[in-house]
């Protein structure tokens, strides 16, 4: 990532921190430790929430196999450049430059009903419960059974979400990082 982009991040995460809930994005340690749960020779389609300047969207490109699908939600308007930019190279990826509720509408757009994997950065944190709570369930109703969904945090605040949504929830703490963070993992089981 250059440093154009970290600085954007930066500016972004200060302008918007009720949205962003940070002013640093994903390391690639913590970027790899998400997504080292993912099948990606299988996967054939991931939806990414949250995405940024798309630091784990390149990480996933970079994986997933020729026929997968990408859909990456963000909803401001100054990362669109970045995201866009990566979808004109690659047109596995799909930019939803959307509020993460809507998964069901895109995946609509890609003729596919359910995703295999959701890999979740939103700052459910600083997010109205709500939003918090419609967003897990429909990620949850729009996950094929056996599928992951994958959520990077800075603390347990959240946690029981997804016990809500999932019934399950799997703790990876990543103490390795700055600041060490919890990569949370639910199965769709039913
Ligand atoms: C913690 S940042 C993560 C950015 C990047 N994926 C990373 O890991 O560094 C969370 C991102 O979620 C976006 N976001 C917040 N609410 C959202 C929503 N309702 N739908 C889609 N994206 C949202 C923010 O704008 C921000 O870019």
Redesign the pocket.
Known sequence: MSMKNRIE?FK??IK?IK????I???SNF??KKMLKHIDFKNARVIV??????????KHILKKMHPDCKLIA????DN?MPFLNELAEKDKRLIV?H????KIGEYLDKIDAQKADYFVS???FVV?PDD?GEK?VSEAAKHLKKGGLYIQ?HYSLVAKKMYEKAFGNVDVNFVFLNVPPAFVLVSEKRA
Do not use: K
């Open positions: 991040f972004e995460g918007h949205t962003t809930g940070t640093t994005r994903s913590v970027c990414e929430l949250g995405a940024g300047d798309g630091v784990i969207t939600f963000e909803v401001l990362f939803a959307d509020s993460a509720e950065a939103l700052p997010l939003l967003i990077l």
